[in-house]
Each structure stands twice: as C-alpha cells, then as structure tokens.
T-cell receptor, first 122, second 115 residues
Framework: GAVVSQHPSRVICKSGTSVKIECRSLDFQATTMFWYRQFPKKSLMLMATSNEGSKATYEQGVEKDKFLINHASLTLSTLTVTSAHPEDSSFYIC????????????FGYGYTFGSGTRLTVV | AQSVAQPEDQVNVAEGNPLTVKCTYSVSGNPYLFWYVQYPNRGLQFLLKYITGDNLVKGSYGFEAEFNKSQTSFHLKKPSALVSDSALYFCAVRDPFYGNNRLAFGKGNQVVVIP
C-alpha cells in the first residue's frame, strides 16, 4: 500500500533556531501534499497545501515566512519552521495525495498520512 | 464550505460491547466521507470511506459506517469493541464540488474501551 515517511518523529530545538521536517512518499507520486498542525486533544488544523513544482497555498492565519514549505519533487515535501518559538511546539503531520489512487477506490481514496513529528521548542 | 461535527469528546465503552462514534457533515454537493484512527504520537490511519454506492461501508479492523444522506450522518460502528480500539477517531469530509482536494476534519473523538 501507499506509504508516507515523515522524519524526524521527534525533535527538540532551541528557541530561535530552524527545524526542517521531511515528508516522503515511498512508493507513489504525490502531486499534492498537505501539512497539518495538531494541538493536544484537538483536531488537525490544515496549515498549507503544496503542489509539486509550485508555491504552497497557505491557510488563513498561517505565516508563510515562518512555515516554509517546499515541494520540489513528486516524492518529497519539506516544512521548515524558522526562528522557532515555544508556541510553535506541536505535533505536525503531513499527508500526501497519490495522483494515481486519487481516481481509484483504494488506499483511502489517495490520502496517506505520515506518522507525525513532535516538535518541542525550548 | 465543507465541515464535520463530532459531537462527543470522549466515548467510553466496555470491552465486548458495541461501539458507535458519531459524525455529521455539511457539504454543498455529494460528500466523500472518511474515518481515520490515530494512536498516540502517530499519524492517521485510514479505516474506511464512502464515495458512492452502498450506504453501509465496511472497513479495517471490523469497523463499519453507514452513510445517511437525509440525516447527513456517517456514524462509525463496531459490533464488539476491543481494548486495542482505544484511540482517537477522526471523521473527515471532502466536498468534490470545490475541487481543491482538501479534507475537513472533525475535532476527533477519544474512544476508551474499558476491560
């Protein structure tokens, strides 16, 4: 089945530094990747949608200069949290949409999630 | 706009009893509906979906859900809950009318199965 690898699973960084989170589709081409943020006991908040080779579309209220998203290839998207602060501490999850499965009825209709990254800024 | 409501914060059920997690939705057109499960510090795992066809959908781990268009609901059910079913469950909807491929998630329900 479709697999999305997200790294790192946990990261602790100092306030003011930058952290990069990678999301890779291992056995399919992801035309679209979604980045979510999840607060404790809360739902997933969509941060941005990225399409391969184009700029990401950010949701209202999400700072594009702080959360840099790059989707340079059909198998890799990265989220960089720049100048991180303690309030950026959260659980970040990526989701990749399989171009082929998107029109199929398997693999959850093409949405596959990474295992998440627990970011702690100290 | 598409939206999902999961009215309960937590669902407690005794092991072996039926489990129901409620979900209602709002979309402009015909919905694509999904259920996901999340274990602590993990991503979301797909359980089942409704796109079209039979209103009763069977998914992974013995879960099923019934699409009810008149009540705009898509409740998740399992006939006999296991302790290992304790997790966070999310209902999600995609409104194909908008064509942006985005999923709207409910706030999630914590399911606690009591041994």
């Amino acid at each position: 089945g479709a697999v999305v690898s997200q790294h790192p699973s946990r990261v602790i960084c100092k306030s003011g530094t930058s952290v990069k989170i990678e999301c890779r589709s291992l056995d399919f081409q992801a035309t679209t990747m979604f980045w979510y943020r999840q607060f404790p006991k809360k739902s997933l908040m969509l941060m941005a949608t990225s399409n391969e080779g184009s700029k990401a579309t950010y949701e209202q209220g999400v700072e594009k200069d702080k959360f840099l998203i790059n989707h340079a290839s059909l198998t890799l998207s990265t989220l960089t949290v720049t100048s991180a602060h303690p309030e950026d501490s959260s659980f970040y999850i990526c989701s990749a949409r399989d171009r082929e499965a998107a029109s199929a009825t398997h693999f959850g209709y093409g949405y596959t999630f990474g295992s998440g990254t627990r970011l702690t800024v100290v | 706009a598409q939206s999902v409501a999961q009215p309960e914060d937590q669902v407690n059920v005794a092991e072996g009893n039926p489990l129901t997690v409620k979900c209602t939705y709002s979309v402009s057109g015909n919905p694509y509906l999904f259920w996901y499960v999340q274990y602590p510090n993990r991503g979301l795992q797909f359980l089942l979906k409704y796109i079209t066809g039979d209103n009763l959908v069977k998914g992974s781990y013995g879960f099923e859900a019934e699409f009810n268009k008149s009540q705009t609901s898509f409740h998740l059910k399992k006939p006999s809950a296991l302790v290992s079913d304790s997790a966070l469950y999310f209902c999600a909807v995609r409104d194909p009318f908008y064509g942006n491929n985005r999923l709207a998630f409910g706030k999630g329900n914590q399911v606690v199965v009591i041994p």
